[in-house]
Structures are given as structure tokens and as C-alpha cells.
């Protein structure tokens, strides 16, 4: 695998701001600060030209893989496979330019697309990364020098699986929760600064889906929540302690992160699985409906914009549905399978085959489409059965999309 020698770039100079802070249009982690997919920024385009918004820089070298995007502060990190390792990679936001990449770990293959399938997050001046083969990693955001690494597999018992590890590594209160899966316990909490184990789950010892955890607060406590094959289960974060614990159907593959808003957790899966709410009622969980086929998410998301959820729908098409009764506000066939993310009242919906990015307005009444326009160039070196899977996102005005090793960034506020 060759890229072109003019993307790889020098470390820029050291002023570049990977300050502690957190700023507004920052996005530290998968699925934004709260991991719900949902940007804060305002003021952006309401429409875009025939051929889409303006194209600030594409970086060709991204590596393969369909790993997301963070941005803190002016720089972007992500994760790309270069020849035979996966890269934690640093760029700079305006320029697209690279700062850093660091190794991770070797290659891995897969039918659908080789490399690391997750997004870094962002906390306190450090990345943490995973790779498709378990290895997590803690770096420095100044200069990508390790602080520690962990193996899923190797130290931590988990059991690779057919699509690789997935996940996004969730970071809070000093502690990094991740699921590796297997007899030790599904979840671990390892220390932020050291990678030492805190905890693992060992009421739950259900092998690692493709799934990211979410905090989200269940009964007015703090609970950790993810979703693995068989069941979703909300734990202490401190501890590790299981509060609640739901049977869930899943099939071949389960891979949406969970949902929760007013004590209601909600989860969803392909292979016509469906989707699953349950409600704490003060003592325990209480479901309000199972078996429900009107939001089937494989992948691309499901977005919760007030009392309802925005997202695609395996042979049906996108869907707006209510959380707390699971019913059908609409439905619209018109546009293809795809990931979605929101922005300043808008769905940024791209589809996977052909990378039509569509501009949609939420509304409850149903799909208003207010232009598109299609990605390009892409890449040649998608294998057959991979698509384009990265989830969009809007962050400091700018839209990020990507394919394999292109990374796109557009300018959606029209400065």
C-alpha cells in the first residue's frame, strides 16, 4: 500500500495549541462531547452549492480503515493502517497537514476493509487509541510519545472477533472503560495516567461486541452503559457494579452505541433485530417495548434530537421515531443506507455506497431534504465488500468526512 509522499509531512512547529481545555466546537470523542452524535455549533450553512460546500483540503494519506475523527483545540487525530501497522495519527485542522503518527500495532485483515475501526478520545492532554487487534494505547496530544499500552487480548483476556475491536475507549474521573470481553469480566476500568486495571465486570462476562460505552446519569447516578450480543447493562463507575442488566436479541453482530435520556435507555440493532427501550421506574428497569422493527440500525447511527430519534433503518429506509413509545413518526425511502450525524438543526447524512452527503432538516413531520452533493475524489483501494463507513462530523465549522485514506474537510459555515 503507497501513498503520495506530499500528504505525509513534517512535525509542524511546536506553537500549535493542544491545550487542556476543552473548547465549544470541539469534538474530543466518538460521537462528540456526550457521545451522542449531536454538534452544539450554530450559525452554519442552511444549504450548499450543486457540487457541495467549499473543499478546505483533502489528506491522502490518512492510512486505510474506517476510524472517525476527534478535533481539540487546532488539531484533528485519528487512526489509519500504512503498509503492514495501524498509526495513530495528529493533523492540523486548517491545513490538513500531518503533526505526528505513532504505530499502534500490526495490520489487521478483514474481508469488509483491513485497519482500526474506532475514533480516539481526547481527555486531559492524552489520546487514547484502540486497535482492530486490541492494542490500547495512551500518547501524548503534544508529540504522540506512549504513556502506556494495554492489550485487550494478551493482558486483559478479551477475545478478538470477526470484525476486530470497534470500540472507542470512554474516559472519566481518571478511569478509561473499555470492553475486551471474556471470563475476566466484559468491561475493565483501567487507570487514565498508568493503564493499571481499576475493575472488571465479572457479573457480566459476555464476549466484546462492536458497540462504545456511553456515561449517561440512570435514577440521578452516574452509570456507565453499553451493549453487548446478548444484553445491555448499565454499571458503577467507580466500581463496576452491576445496576441493571436487560436481555437483549442481538444477532451476528451488534454495533450502535446505546441511548439514554430521561432515564430511558434505549439500544437497537441489524440483522433484523429491531430496537428495545427500557425505563427506571425507581426500583428497576421496566421495559416499554421489545421486538420493535421500525428502527433496525446495522451501523451509521441513531440520533436522539429531543423526544425523538433520527436514523436508518435496515430495508426500510430513515426513520424518525419516538424514544419512549417506539412508534413510527416517518419514514423516507429515497435515500440510501448511510451514517448520520447533527449539527445547528440539520441531519449530515452520507450515504455508504455512492457518498452522497445529504443536508437534512430535523423535523418530526418528515424528511426535508435541503440539498447534496457527492464526495470526491474517493478511494481505489476499498476492498469489494467495504463501503464508505466513517461517520461525518461538524466541528469548528468544518465538515469532516471520510473514505479509506482520503480525509475530506469542508467549510459548512462559510467563513
Not at 475491536?165 to 466484559?186: D, I, K, Q
Request: proline share 5%.
Amino acid at each position: 500500500m503507497r501513498f503520495p509522499r506530499e500528504m505525509v509531512g513534517c512535525a509542524l512547529a511546536t506553537g500549535l495549541a493542544v491545550g487542556h481545555a476543552l473548547q465549544a466546537a470541539d469534538w474530543p470523542q466518538w460521537r462528540g462531547p456526550g457521545r451522542e452524535d449531536r454538534s452544539d455549533e450554530t450559525g452554519l450553512l442552511k444549504s450548499w452549492p450543486a457540487e457541495g460546500p467549499k473543499q478546505l483540503w483533502v489528506n491522502s494519506y490518512a492510512g486505510l480503515g474506517y476510524a472517525g475523527v476527534a478535533v481539540v483545540g487546532s488539531r484533528l487525530y485519528t487512526m489509519g493502517l500504512r503498509d503492514q501497522t495501524e498509526h495513530v495519527i495528529a493533523l492540523d485542522v486548517e491545513t490538513g497537514t500531518q503533526a505526528w503518527a505513532v504505530p499502534v500495532g500490526p495490520r489487521y485483515e478483514n474481508n469488509w476493509g483491513d485497519g482500526p475501526r474506532m475514533t480516539p478520545t481526547v481527555v486531559d492532554g492524552r489520546i487514547y487509541a484502540l486497535g482492530a487487534r486490541g492494542d490500547l494505547v495512551c500518547l501524548n496530544a503534544k508529540d504522540g510519545s506512549q504513556v502506556w499500552t494495554k492489550s485487550l487480548v494478551k493482558d486483559l483476556g478479551g477475545r478478538l472477533q470477526d470484525w476486530g475491536y470497534t470500540e472507542s475507549p470512554l474516559v472519566h474521573n481518571g478511569l478509561v472503560y473499555c470492553t475486551p470481553g471474556g471470563a475476566n469480566g466484559t468491561m475493565a476500568a483501567l487507570d487514565a495516567l498508568t493503564g493499571a486495571v481499576a475493575w472488571r465486570t465479572k457479573d457480566i462476562t459476555d464476549t466484546a461486541q462492536y458497540s462504545s460505552p456511553i456515561l449517561a446519569k440512570v435514577g440521578g447516578k452516574e452509570q456507565v452503559v453499553q451493549l453487548v450480543m446478548k444484553r445491555f447493562f448499565g454499571v458503577d463507575p467507580k466500581t463496576g457494579a452491576v445496576a441493571w442488566n436487560i436481555e437483549f436479541p442481538g444477532r451476528v453482530a451488534v454495533i450502535p452505541t446505546p441511548i439514554v435520556h430521561d432515564d430511558v435507555a434505549y439500544v437497537t440493532a441489524g440483522y433484523g433485530v429491531g430496537c428495545k427501550a427500557v425505563r427506571w421506574n425507581g426500583s428497576a428497569m421496566e421495559t416499554l417495548y421489545e421486538d420493535n422493527k421500525v428502527m433496525k440500525n446495522h451501523h451509521g447511527g441513531v440520533i436522539r434530537v429531543g423526544d425523538h430519534l433520527y436514523g436508518h433503518s435496515d430495508g426500510y429506509g430513515w426513520v424518525c421515531q419516538e424514544l419512549k413509545t417506539g412508534k413510527e413518526a416517518w419514514v423516507h425511502k429515497g435515500f440510501g443506507k448511510g451514517a448520520v450525524h447533527y449539527a445547528d438543526g440539520h441531519l449530515y447524512c452520507v450515504e455508504e455506497g455512492s457518498g452522497a452527503v445529504a443536508l437534512v432538516e430535523v423535523s418530526t413531520q418528515g424528511w426535508k431534504q435541503k440539498c447534496q452533493f457527492k464526495l470526491s475524489p474517493q478511494t481505489t483501494q476499498r476492498k469489494p465488500q467495504g463501503r464508505i463507513w466513517v461517520h461525518p462530523v461538524v466541528s469548528g465549522g468544518k465538515l469532516f468526512l471520510r473514505d479509506q485514506e482520503l480525509l475530506h474537510c469542508y467549510d459548512v459555515k462559510g467563513h
